[in-house]
């Protein structure tokens, strides 16, 4: 890979790409459509399974050009094969980058610091599914001889979304007779509602956490002790009712779990990165091994198409070159994700940390602060709901906000008329946003002049379709690996470290800081600006007033 280059705002294809947004700012889809009426089976791909049309996108064969040539131009290509052979490419962290690993066939090779680390991925993954088959068919009992029947996921950030998302996903393919809970917040009330009426007895608690040191996750295991020691009353429990996954044995042992009750990952798995690693034993436990090796395949299937297809055909560059294309070009600063599919339902929360944490950066590679726009806010709920909400604001809106639309061709619960109404719906508004409603079309309708501005539609909204032909494991890995990779593209274009999050860090030291002042014990005057001590003495007052 080349050392940084010019500035990314001063290669000619930025340039170009700028003067060319001036040029076609005004174009509307409307008049794309007219002049081309292939577009809709032109400005579509398919890969790894999934359907992509970006038809409705406010481009045109040039911007693709140059979005192209401003990929080259970043050496994406480079930064591609950088992360699939193992170089350090996070480079604040000196550290491999190796999600793609994890999913990787028993035949290949990747090396780390001249080591092979495919083995090992799979070493895990068989001690996962030996563990997830005993759990699943009761071999594996609580310490009283009972069977397990509640699984209790303990992390946060990148050690809960990616499971509790992919166990919503995929509930369809779970054993109902296990249940799935997800503790992750450092309020009490998370766990006290999630572990609202099971049995400690038959209640299995899976810590997760890469570096075993986050206070919300340890907080929360700690008080998972407790709670099932006050049922159980010996210590020698937690081996039956506890395992962790992470890459710290030292804390993991401090904690009290026994390694040999420990699934290993490694430090070249970034969190948000990690779902298809042991960070997803609930969801293997939930779906079963081989559907979780389904899962894998449907990655492994999106992580060839990306390191093979040409850029203008494939998939994750293609979605990150649009998503750049709004950002720095056209001004957009959200990015709205909709699923039409409720099992989808934990995807857009999922994806605000796998994107915004990434790529939330405004110092590039190099240190220097960048002068340009990086990830946009990412945020969405599934279709319908949403459209009963917040797209008044995307159709008549004063903001752009490109959509991605995600949904499914067969339904998982064909109930009656639901899936063709479900969408109809999104079809529709994929429709609705791109072409509008004209003034002059109202007014042929009868429409009093007084309500037609009100009524008028301004179109040329943007989105992509994903279609997936059924929420499979598989389909779910291809989608889940898609946006790995638009991120990594986004990062690549933006210059910037996609995979440490030192914004993260100060609030956490802060936090440290202040919780012993929130003590009655504590100095009378805490040391902080007026705004925090007045919070913090209001907090104790009302506190001893109790
Ligand atoms: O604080 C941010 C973060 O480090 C995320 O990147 C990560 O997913 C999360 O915290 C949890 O970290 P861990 O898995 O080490 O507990």
Redesign the pocket.
């Known amino acids: 890979m080349k050392a940084q280059r010019a500035r990314r705002t001063e290669l000619s294809a930025w340039r170009a790409l700028a003067e060319h947004a001036s040029e076609i700012g005004g174009l509307h889809l409307r008049s794309l459509f007219t002049e081309d009426p292939e577009r809709g089976e032109r400005l579509s791909l398919e890969a790894a399974g999934l359907y992509l049309d970006y038809a409705k996108n406010r481009i045109t064969d040039r911007t693709l050009r140059l979005l192209v040539q401003l990929a080259e131009a970043s050496d994406l290509r480079a930064h591609i094969d950088a992360m699939f052979r193992g170089a350090k490419i996070n480079v604040t962290e000196q550290r491999a980058v190796l999600h793609v690993a994890l999913r990787a066939p028993r035949s290949a090779s990747i090396r780390v610091d001249g080591r092979d680390v495919v083995p090992g991925v799979h070493a895990v993954l068989d001690r996962m599914a030996a563990f997830a088959e005993r759990v699943r068919s009761g071999d594996w009992t609580g310490y009283t001889g009972r069977h397990i029947r509640n699984v209790v996921n303990i992390?946060?950030?990148?050690?809960d979304l990616g499971p509790a998302m992919a166990c919503e996903a995929l509930a369809h393919y779970s054993d109902r007779d296990l249940a799935f809970r997800f503790v992750s917040n450092v309020d009490g009330t998370d766990f006290a509602e999630a572990t609202r009426g099971l049995d400690p007895a038959e209640t299995l608690f899976v810590v997760?956490?890469?570096?075993f040191t986050?206070l919300e996750?340890l907080t929360n295991a700690r008080t998972a002790r407790t709670w099932c020691l006050a049922a159980l009353e010996d210590d020698a429990a937690v081996a039956k009712h506890f395992v962790a996954v992470s890459t710290n044995a030292a804390e993991v042992s401090r904690f009290g779990i026994d390694t040999a009750n420990m699934f290993e990952f490694w430090d070249w798995v970034g969190?948000?990165f990690s779902v298809d690693s042991a960070i997803g034993l609930a969801l293997m436990i939930a779906i079963g091994p081989s559907r979780f090796r389904e899962m894998l395949a449907g990655f492994y299937a999106m992580d060839e198409h990306f390191r093979s297809a040409p850029f203008e055909r494939n998939m994750p560059v293609l979605l990150g070159l649009l998503g750049i294309w709004y950002t720095d070009f056209l001004g957009a600063r959200t990015h709205a994700v909709l699923p039409y599919d409720q099992y989808l339902r934990r995807f857009p929360a999922y994806l605000q940390q796998l994107e915004m944490?990434s790529n939330g950066k405004s110092v590039d590679r190099a240190g220097q602060r960048v002068d340009y726009a990086t990830a946009p806010v990412v945020w969405g709920q599934p279709g319908t709901n949403g459209q009963h909400a917040f797209f008044q604001l995307i159709h008549q809106g004063t903001q752009l906000v490109p959509c991605d639309f995600i949904g499914c061709c067969e339904s998982l619960n064909p109930l009656g008329p639901h899936h063709d109404l479900l969408m109809a719906n999104l079809f529709a508004q994929t429709q609705a946003l791109a072409f509008g409603r004209l003034a002059s079309e109202l007014r042929a309708e009868g429409v009093p002049d007084t309500q037609v501005p009100h009524r008028t539609f301004p179109g040329n909204h943007p989105s992509n379709t994903i279609l997936l032909p059924r929420l499979t494991p598989e389909a779910l890995g291809a989608l889940v690996a898609l946006y790995e990779h638009k991120v990594f593209v986004q990062g690549a274009i933006w210059n910037i470290n996609s995979f440490d999050?030192w914004g993260?860090e100060l609030g956490k030291i802060l936090a440290q800081r202040i919780a012993p002042e929130l003590s009655s014990e504590a100095a009378p005057e805490p040391p902080h600006d007026s705004s925090t001590n007045a919070l913090i003495q209001r907090f104790r007052r009302h506190r001893s007033g109790r």
């Open positions: 992390g946060i950030g990148g050690s997760c956490s890469k570096t986050t996750t969190g948000r944490e999050q993260v």
